[in-house]
């Protein structure tokens, strides 16, 4: 038995604002009431702290079969663990690409081995991802994938896309679409405009990116097919998906905290590879516009896509460095420290963006702090400190774009089906 005495609980749910005790026996929670007192529990003190459903990121790379030098199973589910989460949906381009069944039930079993964190397979929709003809969708579902993507680049046919998505829509998954048209994007390795004159190198417009999002939309109008837009990171995006929800169609986003919080302006002449992204980091103009959409509901999910990379991988010139930055170990603190600032994102939305809707998004099993439910469960403390360093991040590999950056508040306690998981 687990007791945790004193913690704030926030659960729109259940409306739920209020400081409580949560009684955990054999997995579920068994009471979620005032002054509990049961002596042969072991007690968590909460006291001060905040206590919310576990948190999901559903978008990280584990690179997890064939890419381990990266990142792996176990020191990614380290790294969720300490970032305080209890589920994270793993991207499909590893080494093979997760297209079959077999490869869903090997992560799946691995993080159950592991034991840390709920790993949810995200399975490719095109064999391979080489947007040719469609994966093994049905076996997939089978064994437990939660959606489809082929994420790291986009579906480039769109007769390809709608034979996805007109199939994926008969299995109650939703299309995970990475919007990206190659030949506009092209060489690009930073925002098409300022940055790219500013730094002398190739740009990638956002436009590569609307034009897909616009087209996955019309697709998913056309076939009824849940569609979810990954990491989108310009304001034209974020008003086609607020235009497409208005509609009443199926389409949901996410956004990370990198195209929150980071602009362009940030790459400076020092040319810090773990600056250079995948969109790349966009004007602030788009990174306000995203903020608005955290804000007012229109972006459903924060998600980290943590992109492990060896040191080598990024220890080069900014062209040729691999795109992408870690992030499951500085999303909370990140989200945190800006709602100490600007208190204007409140512990609601925040379990809103950070359990709630990727559940709903990913066909998850839903969370509670009710009795009954399932003992998943984050402690968050939004005054503790953090300074991210390679000792803070236990993922394998440190290219965070936040190296340096101290930040205030983060996970204290993660509690997975009934155990403790992680605690500072």
């Not at 609980?9 to 409306?15: E, G, L, M, T, V």
């Not at 939660?146 to 994420?151: K, P, Q, T």
């Not at 290219?399 to 101290?406: V, Y």
Request: glycine share 8%; charged share 25%; hydrophobic share 40%.
């Amino acid at each position: 038995m687990l007791l945790l005495k004193g913690g704030h609980a926030h659960d729109p749910q259940i409306d739920l604002d209020d400081v409580i005790d949560i009684l955990i026996v054999d997995g579920n929670i068994a009471r979620a009431e005032k002054n509990i007192d049961e002596p042969d529990a072991q007690v968590v003190d909460c006291t001060g702290l905040e206590i919310t459903p576990g948190l999901v990121d559903m978008h990280v790379h584990f690179r997890d079969p064939g890419l381990e030098y990266k990142e792996d199973i176990a020191t990614g589910s380290a790294a969720a663990a300490h970032g305080g989460f209890t589920d994270v949906a793993t991207m499909p381009n590893t080494d093979p690409v997760c297209d079959t069944g077999a490869s869903v039930a090997y992560q799946r079993a691995r993080g159950e081995e592991v034991g840390l964190v709920n790993i949810h397979p995200i399975g490719a929709l095109t064999r391979e991802e080489k947007g040719e003809s469609l994966a093994e969708i049905g076996d997939m579902v089978l064994a437990g994938a939660a959606g489809f993507s082929d994420d790291g680049h986009g579906v480039q046919s769109a007769s390809m896309m709608r034979t996805c998505m007109k199939y994926v829509s008969q299995f109650d998954r939703t299309v995970i679409a990475h919007c990206e048209v190659d030949d506009l994007s092209g060489k690009g390795v930073v925002n098409a405009g300022r940055a790219s004159t500013r730094l002398g190198m190739f740009g990638w417009p956002g436009l590569a990116e609307e034009a897909e999002v616009a087209r996955d939309i019309a697709l998913s109008r056309s076939t009824g097919c849940p569609l979810h837009i990954a990491h989108i990171s310009t304001k034209r995006s974020l008003e086609l998906v607020r235009e497409a929800k208005k509609e009443g169609l199926l389409v949901t986003c996410e956004v990370t905290p990198l195209h929150l919080f980071l602009t362009e302006d940030d790459i400076t002449d020092t040319y810090n590879t773990n600056l250079k992204v995948n969109p790349p980091l966009r004007t602030k103009e788009d990174a306000e516009a995203l903020l608005e959409g955290v804000l007012d509901g229109t972006i459903d999910a924060v998600v980290s896509d943590h992109a492990p990379h060896a040191a080598h991988e990024k220890d080069c010139e900014f062209e040729l460095a691999a795109f992408g930055s870690v992030g499951l170990e500085t999303t909370v603190p990140l989200l945190l420290s800006y709602m100490a600032k600007k208190k204007l994102l409140d512990f609601a939305r925040f379990v809103e963006l950070l359990a709630i809707n990727p559940r709903a998004i990913l066909r998850l099993r839903p969370v509670t702090l009710a009795p009954g439910s399932v003992a998943s469960i984050t402690v968050l403390d939004s005054q503790k400190k953090v300074t991210v360093d390679t000792e803070y991040l236990q993922s394998k590999s440190k290219n965070s774009a936040f190296l340096g950056s101290t930040l205030q508040g983060a996970a204290v306690t993660v509690i997975k089906d009934g155990v403790i998981t992680y605690q500072s």
